[in-house]
């Protein structure tokens, strides 16, 4: 078993120095291929550790005994290389103390009081530490995404529509993808691809809804075409279920898919984003006909469509976002999205789950989405047989046996999602007693008085509010005479237009 990083390094290095050749010597051909034989071990075992520390993360319990073989293997390499001509001795010591280091600095998170369980080993790729460090720590390995991209207006103003309009958005794929990065990650580390890439795709694509489909037949969380699918693993697997909807499998495909682009296309981000959308034949076309100039030469932006031409500043801008949340004052959810399995212990669907698990502090908007992305084979309403081993986090698996296998909130978790809405009809019932409308009440006559002016006459004043002289009369008791009234006379107005 390989010994502990500070113990381990150390003696290494002194081995290692007092090892070096101290004069370079001619190389034969057998020389030179043992040497690159040796380099290749060095290499398929880092890659044996990576997985190792994703599994150990995983609480797969062969993760660690993979990561010490893995380490031997190192070793081993390191030993032989010492006595091969030709063999770069720092270069693979580098290796090794970077994937120490690596673990220490795991241990150091652990020690640190994280919230993690004490004892248990750390990936720290999957650790609890902030989104700026993660990019950093990936970024610090020649993945320098910030100068991979060009930061000009248009990706400053993709920044400004995910910090205002789409802030929501934003914020609702972040909290999608922390759930589903331990499944989607490891593929765009072990290809060497900065995941402030995968983040900038999902969000844009999809926001981290694995269910998510387009009026063009895309789906899935990276929005894969049937066909482009199909030729990078996707589709039915036999069971009737579309791979394409699951990220596991949809993330390692884009991998695939954007490291044929990049070969294609001088590892130019911006022209592999314009394929991914716009099409890789065009894509391949412009970059031909062009001489391969940059996206953003007017020559090849006026070539891809106008959705291409939004969609890559704003993948680049959710990108950068995500390396950079503390420049733009952005807090990104707090989401406890360490994966455990669940055991169901009575049949439930995911509405049934949802409805019983709540939501708190951590889950704003509850566990229905995180349940789908992780298990998205199930539909929203499939009964799911008790027994059932179902994707979920600590916190949920928590959640489940406080509130859903008994007490008051189960049973009504149970009510709610089996209600039929046909219920509340009744068929045969008595007809409803007509209940006849009264008559309305007759008019009430609307009255108003008015005061006889000097000189007025009851026609006079009949013609000014179009009543009837006569009806006048007759309502104030005075004959229809011309000098009948009197200045300061109050007379009621009956049956008249103007009133």
Not at 96 to 117: I, N, V
Not at 188 to 210: C, D, N, T
Request: charged share 25%.
């Amino acid at each position: 078993m390989a010994l502990p990083y500070r113990v381990a390094l150390p003696l290494l290095v002194a081995f290692m120095a007092a090892a070096l050749p101290s004069e370079s010597h001619a190389q034969s051909r057998r020389d030179r291929e043992a040497a690159a034989a040796l380099e290749q071990r060095m290499q398929a075992a880092e890659a044996r550790y990576r997985e190792a520390l994703v599994m150990v993360g995983n609480a797969d319990p062969d993760g660690q005994a993979q990561a010490d073989s893995a380490l031997e293997d190192m070793e081993d390499v390191m030993a032989a290389c010492v006595a091969q001509r030709g063999c770069q001795v720092p270069t693979l010591l580098a290796t090794y103390k970077r994937l120490l280091k690596q673990e220490a600095d795991a241990q150091d998170l652990q020690d640190d009081d994280l919230g993690l369980t004490e004892g248990v080993p750390v990936d720290v790729v999957a650790a609890d530490v902030p989104e700026a460090a993660r990019a950093a720590h990936l970024l610090g390995e020649g993945h320098d995404f910030d100068r991979m991209v060009e930061f000009n207006p248009a990706v400053q103003e993709g920044i400004r529509r995910w910090l205002t309009d789409m802030r929501p958005a934003l914020m609702t794929s972040h909290e999608n993808y922390q759930y589903m990065r331990h499944l989607m990650w490891p593929h765009y580390q072990r290809a060497g691809l900065p995941e402030a890439l995968l983040f900038g795709i999902m969000a844009k694509e999809s926001h981290g809804r694995v269910h998510a489909t387009s009026r063009a037949g895309a789906a899935g969380p990276m929005q894969f075409m049937y066909a482009t699918g199909r030729r990078f693993g996707l589709g039915d697997d036999g069971s009737g279920f579309d791979t394409r909807y699951d990220p596991y499998s949809a993330a390692r495909a884009s991998v695939d898919y954007l490291n044929e682009r990049l070969g294609q296309l001088n590892r130019n981000i911006e022209l592999s984003l314009a394929a991914y959308n716009g099409g890789e034949g065009r894509a391949l076309r412009v970059f031909r006909e062009t001489g391969g100039r940059s996206f953003w030469d007017e020559s090849v932006y006026s070539q891809f469509p106008e959705e291409t031409r939004d969609y890559v500043p704003m993948v680049i801008a959710a990108a950068w976002i995500y390396l950079h949340p503390e420049d733009y004052g952005v807090v990104f959810p707090d989401v406890d999205a360490r994966p455990q399995g669940l055991r169901l212990a009575q049949d439930a669907s995911i509405y049934q789950l949802t409805v019983c698990l709540g939501n708190d502090n951590g889950a704003r908007d509850g566990y229905m989405r995180a349940l789908r992305n992780l298990n998205p084979r199930y539909k929203a309403d499939d009964r799911i047989p008790a027994g059932t081993e179902i994707k979920a986090t600590a916190r949920i698996a928590q959640r489940y046996n406080r509130w859903c296998t008994r007490g008051e909130r189960a049973g009504l978790a149970r009510t709610l999602v089996n209600s039929d809405p046909r219920a509340a009809l009744v068929r045969g019932s008595s007809p409803l007693p007509t209940v006849p409308t009264p008559a309305p009440p007759p008019p009430v006559p609307v009255v108003r008085e008015y005061q006889v002016q000097r000189g007025e006459t009851l026609g006079s004043i009949a013609r000014k509010f179009g009543c009837d002289a006569a009806v006048l009369a007759r309502a104030n008791d005075l004959r229809p005479a011309r000098n009948a009234l009197q200045p300061g006379q109050m007379l009621k107005l009956e049956q008249c237009e103007d009133l």
